[in-house]
């Protein structure tokens, strides 16, 4: 089995994942449009791209293997590669560094061959040993670098981290430019390597001991500036492995997460592209010139509260599910969220090869919420404490959802603590609910292990525990029919749905304001922020140019 | 002199070491660690490599063994390594002081070059349209959250007019530094006015203002030799303690204006619980109030000779 660059070839199981994955969003509605014709005319060279880093004012490390924050992943796309990438026309991972990949009948060994046209910015060629370095890197002992877990199932992997071994066995140079990697059990390795936590990087450059203010990967552009906590620039790489790209001659990143300002900096056109915020939605969706550069994505996040199932009421499924069936989240999403989300139905979101566009959302239906409760003994009401934030997301949706639960008896108090308050309370079993966003995507499998039993409290915050559900996700991930997977996926998302351990609330939609002269902006639904930088080019009207 | 300065000194050491040791303290024992802030964004980072940070960085020592080898490394100079960036805070710190001690300077010379004036003419004029128009404006100054004013200086600078950069750092010119300087300047101008004002009327109520006017002396020589010297001393203080104030105080301005100062980059690494970012940052927020403060004691000493220090 042969996979060749997303441009020539889709495997059969990447096909029917991404065929899948847009029937679903289509059937929701869901799907990522562009209200302008973003790709019209013939992408025009020239111009310094004017993007934002819109998730805080400053960025957590220049380094893409230390950091796993979105705005950091923003940034990384424009000076670092992967193996793989998402490609946001499919909605699925593809190869980027490699012109194939052959897979060994049991699925566990990939073979590798490299583009030879790949460089470092530093004027290096990109081989297969900086590769093999950049994942031992991550997995050296001592390591604790965010993508430790993306690597592990490597063969030989663990034997690394712990000291046990001087190389991981599983990573094999064979030439130059080809490897191949080896994995203890099936994996898809496309959602395991596509993120920049496993960008692959120049050794000399790292252990220069200047990457961290200064670094050098194989990305589009090349680093020139960082001014910590307001802009990181770079330059046109001329020598990117991308014939033609990028298409700007420079680009330059603002560092910062206030809503009101970007609003009024994009009005002014000094940005040229933008996130918005649910209020800002709601004015350039109304506004007649500002409406046609948005850019709707269902994102790959599920919003939702969690329970804990080792409390009570929540140790019973019928509450649960009465939780589910109180809450009306259509108009939540309508008056609240400004619409600015899809109403979940299901853990798996709808880009996810896993969804289900059959599956119908639990109804609001408070008399079903009473007779649940009833049937679980509940007939004088129940009462529970909900952690959240005080964003609008947890505690607003809280507030909003607070009558519906006292209509069918429920009563919820809310304690509002900061994020990393609520984080530890929930890791330690001490929050009773909660309020979360969840990325469930773009691995349905490795979404779906948030229930498993025997991940720890961190990732199974609900301490859900069910081996008939573990039972089917391990087998989803040790069969090699696509076809098969997929529907092991779904019955596995229907078994939680059923189950209910948390609230399903909504799929983020995340919304991106584009100005009318930039073009070739994707709708990334792991993360809208994160754009494709080296496919955005400006046309003549461009300030910038 | 000197006196003054080494009991300063003195004072300046005790406080630093007591405001370090607090909030190390504090932030050991509230909830929250910089690895459960890790998963506080959307994305998980998992419980091994968690459990890895935390070993990495000592954080499951006891706080005394925590505590004492930070101490011991700020006894030498070393303000730590940053959880969250891995690099030196000493770094970090650098450009960022910078570039709020610029933003500060800026605010703060705005504040006098209008505040005073306006103070020092609604004074001498009081009761007239001028005086009311400046307590307008200076109750306006102080009401106006800087968060709402630094958007309607956007608003109409950037936006209307095209005149300014709406946020940013740019090249480090004056161009991006007009709009958060004003912003945060506005507060302090209403604050300066106010008490110029205030200032002014009392010394105009003096006795020896009213003895120098009896003999004959003119009124430019009575306001440059006997009452805006004496005034001063008075407004002098409000000045240095807004000024002192402004590198920690201008955290809302510096986010707004993606301003890379020593304020915003101590609100992330509060929220990040990176204890040796926030110690650095805070660190360097009260050694610049205590040499404001200092340099506005010795400045007493120079504009009003009969002031002395025990």
């Not at chain 1, 869901?30 to 020239?46: K, L």
């Not at chain 1, 990457?211 to 990117?240: A, M, Q």
């Not at chain 1, 404490?385 to 909003?400: C, F, R």
Request: aromatic residues 10%; contains cysteine.
């Amino acid at each position: 089995m042969t996979h060749s660059p997303a441009s020539l070839v889709l495997s059969r199981r990447r096909m029917l994942a991404a065929m899948l994955a847009s029937t679903a969003a289509a059937a929701v509605g869901a799907i990522p449009f562009a209200a302008r014709a973003q790709e019209a005319g013939t992408p025009r060279p020239g111009g310094t791209l004017q993007m934002v880093a819109p998730f805080g004012s400053a960025l957590q490390s220049l380094d893409p293997h230390a950091t796993y924050e979105s705005q950091d992943m923003a940034v990384s796309k424009a000076f670092h590669r992967s193996l793989y990438n998402w490609d946001s026309a499919t909605n699925s991972v593809v190869l980027e560094l490699a012109s194939e990949v052959k897979v060994s009948d049991d699925g566990k060994t990939f073979t590798y061959k490299l583009l030879d046209n790949i460089y470092f910015h530093n004027g290096r060629q990109l081989v297969a040993d900086d590769v093999i370095w950049s994942y031992s890197r991550i997995l050296a002992p001592g390591s604790s670098l965010s993508a430790i877990s993306n690597l592990q199932n490597i063969k030989g992997a663990q034997d690394y981290l712990d000291g046990k071994a001087d190389t991981v066995t599983g990573l094999a140079k064979i030439d130059d430019l080809t490897f191949s990697i080896t994995f203890d059990s099936f994996a898809d390795p496309g959602f395991l390597l596509f993120e920049a936590v496993t960008a692959i990087l120049p050794r000399e450059a790292v252990e220069s001991g200047t990457f961290l203010s200064n670094p050098v990967g194989c990305g589009p552009f090349t680093f020139v500036e960082h001014i910590e906590g307001s802009r990181i620039s770079g330059k046109k790489f001329d020598k990117y492995f991308k014939a033609g790209k990028p298409y700007a001659d420079a680009i330059e990143f603002t560092i910062t997460d206030d809503y009101s300002a970007l609003d009024v900096a994009f009005r002014a056109g000094e940005i040229d592209a933008t996130v918005l915020s649910e209020n800002g939605y709601v004015l350039y969706a109304q506004d007649p010139e500002l409406s046609k550069g948005l850019i709707e994505i269902a994102e790959m996040f599920t919003r939702h509260m969690g329970m804990n199932l080792d409390m009570k009421p929540f140790d019973d499924v019928r509450v649960r599910q009465a939780i589910n069936y109180a809450v009306d989240r259509d108009i939540i999403i309508e008056k609240l969220l400004k619409n600015k989300a899809f109403k979940a139905v299901g853990w798996l979101p709808t880009p996810s090869s896993g969804f289900d566009p059959d599956r119908k959302p639990y109804a609001f239906d408070p008399e079903k919420a009473k007779a649940l409760l009833a049937e679980a003994g509940l007939t004088d009401g129940v009462s529970f404490e909900a952690w959240v934030t005080d964003a609008t997301s947890s505690l607003g949706v809280l507030q909003a959802m607070t009558p519906f639960l006292a209509a069918v008896g429920i009563t919820v108090t809310p304690k509002v603590v900061e994020a990393g308050v609520l984080v530890e309370a929930i890791n330690k079993g001490e929050a009773p609910a909660w309020f979360r966003s969840n990325g469930t995507g773009p691995d349905p499998i490795s979404a779906l292990r948030s229930f498993d039993s025997r991940r720890p409290r961190s990732t199974n915050r609900a301490g859900f525990k069910d081996t008939a559900f573990d039972a089917i996700l391990d087998e989803a991930m040790a069969t090699l029919d696509p076809a098969k997977r997929v529907e092991l996926v779904r019955k596995a998302d229907a078994y939680i749905f059923d189950q209910a351990p948390v609230w399903f609330h909504n799929y983020n939609k995340a919304v991106l304001a584009t100005q009318p002269w930039v073009h070739g902006v994707d709708a990334n639904v792991t993360e809208a922020a994160i754009i494709e930088v080296d496919q955005v080019w400006l046309d003549e009207n461009a300030p910038s140019r | 002199m000197l006196n003054v300065l080494l009991r300063r000194l003195f004072q300046a050491a005790l406080t630093v070491l007591v405001v370090v040791t607090l909030v190390f303290v504090l932030f050991s024992v509230i909830p929250g660690t910089y690895a459960s802030s890790l998963q506080a964004d959307k994305r998980d980072v998992s419980a091994e490599v968690l459990e890895r940070i935390e070993a990495e960085l000592g954080l499951n020592d006891p706080l005394p063994q925590r505590f004492g080898r930070y101490m011991a490394g700020l006894a030498q100079g070393d303000l730590g390594v940053s959880y969250a960036t891995k690099r030196p805070v000493a770094d970090m710190l650098s450009g960022r002081v910078w570039a709020s001690f610029r933003l500060a300077c800026a605010a703060i010379l705005f504040a006098v070059c209008i505040g005073l004036p306006l103070g020092f003419f609604a004074a001498m004029r009081r009761g007239s349209w001028l005086d009311t128009a400046t307590m307008t404006l200076a109750v306006s100054g102080l009401s106006i959250p800087a968060f709402w004013a630094g958007l309607v200086l956007m608003y109409v600078f950037s936006l209307k007019l095209h005149w300014l950069p709406t946020f940013g750092y740019g090249s480090g010119g004056l161009k991006h530094l007009i709009l958060p300087a004003i912003t945060l300047g506005i507060a302090p101008m209403a604050l300066l006015a106010r008490t110029t004002r205030a200032a002014v009327l009392e010394t105009l109520n003096s006795d020896f203002i009213r003895t120098a006017r009896s003999k004959g002396m003119s009124e430019r020589r009575l306001v440059l030799r006997h009452l805006a010297r004496n005034a001063f001393v008075l407004v002098l203080t409000t000045i240095g303690l807004q000024f002192g104030s402004m590198l920690g105080g201008s955290v809302v301005i510096e986010k707004l204006f993606a301003w890379p100062g020593v304020g915003s980059l101590l609100i992330d690494s509060v929220g990040l619980r990176d204890i040796p970012a926030v110690q650095g940052a805070i660190l360097v927020i009260v050694l610049f109030f205590l040499l404001i403060n200092t340099l506005v004691d010795l400045a007493y000493l120079v504009v009003d000779p009969r002031i002395r220090y025990r």
